[in-house]
């Protein structure tokens, strides 16, 4: 059996982070990737508008003051085929690849106590061995289909946006189908209304979805950029989402109203997140205030759809503004004006069976040659949940975390299972920030963790009960101090196409980066507090 001191799964832009920081330190490390080559996400999620909605030059790695002199980001928010000849040039740049092994799905993770090391079999039956096993499987990894009958029936081309074809899908002038309204669909939506001949959208939720606003970067700009690199990545490090915008501390009603409906109106008119996460930041905590910025948008959303009754379709009435993703659109809105464009509302039509050549409601048969499902994920625990793991005295992760949900130390480990660190785990700071930035701090945290092991001749790493739940509890708080706890989604472990997720789940961490960043490091100054070390 061939043994790695370390394996990471995962060559994303987690799993390239982690292999460049071993690397550097000198360990023998194996990645293991599913997918025929590298870049994870930005490998698989090759749907038409598929971009960034952080800010290119906020997401990209900054471990290396070269790479980003040499980088060029065309767009401020940069679309999947630049994203992923970005990663690409990052492995090629620091020799990576030799260390990677494509077509390799992990299908289980065992431990074994006596030797202290983790043996991982992939499908197909191969066998690895190593010390400590590095989980980058990505938080939104795990595509998940509708729960509705005939899936298997359509006899035209169908695919989950997940798993779009290599080779595209040809959609000019053709009747297609998009099920789900989410941030991926709100991507995809206008791309496809373009050229279809007949575009019928199925929506269950409606969401509050706000302009991207994005535009390409002049030499000049870029150039303004990369001098100011320090400067950008040291505002992400101060605000609570990773991002360049931080929030605004004033309460929005001792704003004036002509001043604070003069800040929303510039909110929305700039890029980005700066609408969620530069509001007023009781606008994430006061019912009163939410409703308030909530009735702007809907207001917004008339405006821009001509027929009145898609409109309030297309209005959320189940949850305020920013207590779920907030999807960043392009022409989303106006999409739906278009006459070949068609909304159906599943909650007064649904879906009963999708057939040989469509999809049948309760109203009647849509005749279709293309059905595509943009219905999302099993969000932060769902990658894990399809690899066996099994920890000491046989338990296996997924039993551990059914029926409570994920429990943690910090996000980044599990009592019961030793040697194995989860660095975009459930629980931990990344879930819930520009991913670009939570990757590093977990990346630079257990790489700087293995170091300490291997300095002080440690084999065995695993956290205490007492600091799990202790964890745990700070997490619950972390949810009680916002309104999203109170809403359907993946913030709070929901999923109406996966049974029996119909119950709040702690899977995200949402004290903000600089607190996570605070507490990590805490635990590194005091020997790994909440760890026990051999």
């Not at 740049?93 to 494509?102: A, E, S, T, V």
Request: hydrophobic share 35%; aromatic share 12%.
């Amino acid at each position: 059996m061939e043994h790695h001191e370390v394996i990471v799964i995962g060559a994303g832009l987690t799993g390239i982070a982690q292999l460049y920081k071993l690397k550097e330190n000198g360990f023998d490390t194996l990645v293991l990737e599913a997918g025929e080559d590298l870049g994870g996400t930005w490998y698989f999620n090759r749907y038409p508008g598929c971009r960034f909605d952080s800010e290119s030059y906020s997401y990209g790695y900054s471990f290396s003051k070269e790479l980003l002199q040499e980088w060029d980001w065309t767009e401020h928010f940069s679309p999947q085929p630049e994203n992923l000849r970005y990663l690409n040039y990052v492995a090629d740049k620091f020799d990576l690849r030799p260390h990677m092994r494509f077509d390799s799905k992990v299908q289980a993770a065992t431990w074994n106590e006596e030797d202290r090391t983790w043996t991982v079999r992939l499908v197909g039956g191969e066998e690895f061995s190593c010390r400590w096993l590095l989980t980058a499987i990505g938080i939104l990894s795990a595509a998940v289909l509708p729960r509705v009958q005939g899936l298997e029936r359509f006899q035209g081309p169908s695919c989950h946006t997940y798993n779009w074809p290599k080779e595209g899908l040809d959609l000019a002038g053709k009747r297609v189908a998009v099920l789900g309204t989410g941030a991926t669909a709100v991507q995809l939506i206008p791309k496809i209304g373009e050229v279809a001949g007949e575009l019928y959208v199925f929506q269950r939720r409606p969401n509050w979805c706000t302009p991207l606003h994005n535009g390409l970067i002049s030499s000049e700009e870029m150039a303004d950029i990369k001098a100011r690199y320090d400067e950008i990545f040291e505002q992400c490090s101060k605000t609570a989402g990773g991002f360049i915008h931080g929030t605004d501390p004033r309460k929005m009603f001792e704003v004036p109203e002509e001043e604070r409906y003069a800040f929303f109106e510039d909110l929305y008119a700039s890029p980005g997140f700066r609408i969620w996460l530069g509001n007023f930041r009781d606008v994430l905590m006061d019912e009163k205030a939410n409703e308030e910025f909530s009735a702007f948008l809907a207001d917004k959303i008339r405006a821009r759809v001509s027929d009145p009754v898609v409109a309030e379709k297309l209005i959320p009435n189940d949850h305020g503004f920013g207590m779920r993703r907030v999807p960043q659109e392009t022409n989303y809105y106006e999409t739906y004006n278009l006459p070949s464009v068609h909304l159906v509302d599943l909650n007064e039509t649904p879906i009963e069976t999708v057939t040989e050549t469509g999809i049948r409601t309760t109203d009647r048969d849509i005749e279709l040659d293309v059905i595509i499902y943009a219905t999302g994920f099993d969000g932060v625990t769902g990658a894990f949940d399809r690899i066996t793991f099994t920890g000491v005295g046989g338990q296996t992760l997924k039993d551990k975390w059914e029926e409570a949900g994920p429990v943690s130390h910090l996000g980044v480990a599990t009592e019961g299972f030793p040697n194995l660190l989860m660095l975009t785990g459930p629980q931990s700071g990344s879930g819930n920030t520009n991913f670009g930035r939570g990757v590093e701090d977990a990346v630079f945290w257990a790489s700087d963790l293995l170091i300490y092991l291997r300095e002080h001749g440690h084999t065995r790493i695993e956290n205490t009960v007492e600091a799990e739940q202790a964890w745990n509890d700070h997490v619950r708080d972390m949810y009680d101090m916002l309104l999203l706890r109170n809403t359907k989604s993946w913030f709070t472990g929901y999923n109406s196409n996966i049974e029996g997720r119909d119950t709040i789940r702690y899977v995200t961490y949402n004290g903000g980066a600089p607190r996570y960043r605070k507490r990590i490091d805490e635990c590194a100054a005091n020997g790994y507090s909440g760890f026990v070390l051999s």
